[in-house]
């Protein structure tokens, strides 16, 4: 699972894509654009370059699973691609220090070739103290933009199984208490009727 600032940067970075060409274009970020999404909460964590190199070593290790048919001692095996094919230092044409990204090519048929979006304003993310917040605004938000044109207003439900495994925490807190003890950080999610 991705920390809340990794996929807010990982959401940045997506946002970006040029969803018109049939391949990923590098996407250059300047460092000090990726200091202000890194450090929203406004506390000193050490140097820029220390916080740079933690960063980057870290994103280029996550990834994302996907569910598959494949079976393994009767259970399905799920998928699993890297975000991230390259992250590498470079200057932009303003002759400021960047990173790099390049996506991963395995990740073309979920990123480049979607018939549908879900719209994340960086603005709302951006307070947000929990990945499992942004994931869950993030489920929220898809399934309140394809209901609206069906219904006033939207709601889901999860059994704890599911809720678990779309977070991405299968086999994690076995205990339930555990679970709702973990689940009270996640903050509330309001998705407008509008």
Not at 10 to 33: G, R, W, Y
Not at 60 to 75: A, V
Not at 96 to 113: A, D, H, I
């Amino acid at each position: 699972m991705c920390t809340r600032n990794e996929q807010k940067i990982i959401l940045f970075l997506a946002s970006n894509i040029n969803v018109t060409e049939p391949d990923f274009q590098k996407l250059t970020v300047p460092v000090v654009v990726l200091e202000k999404i890194l450090n929203q909460d406004g506390k000193k964590w050490g140097s820029l370059y220390d916080r740079m190199q933690d960063f980057a070593g870290r994103i280029i290790g996550k990834h994302i699973s996907f569910p598959t048919d494949f079976e393994i001692d009767g259970r399905k095996f799920p998928g699993y691609i890297s975000w991230f094919q390259s992250i590498a230092p470079c200057r932009n044409n303003k002759g400021e220090v960047c990173l790099e990204f390049e996506f991963s090519n395995k990740l073309k048929p979920f990123l480049l070739q979607l018939k549908e979006y879900v719209k994340l304003n960086r603005i709302e993310i951006a307070p947000m103290k929990s990945g499992f917040s942004i994931r869950i605004y993030s489920i929220l938000k898809a399934h309140r933009d394809k209901m609206r044109k069906h219904e006033k207003e939207s709601s889901l439900t999860y059994e704890i199984g599911e809720l678990k495994s779309v977070l991405g925490i299968s086999g994690k807190y076995s205990a339930i208490d555990n679970f709702k003890r973990r689940s009270t950080k996640i903050e509330k999610c309001i998705i407008s009727t509008m």
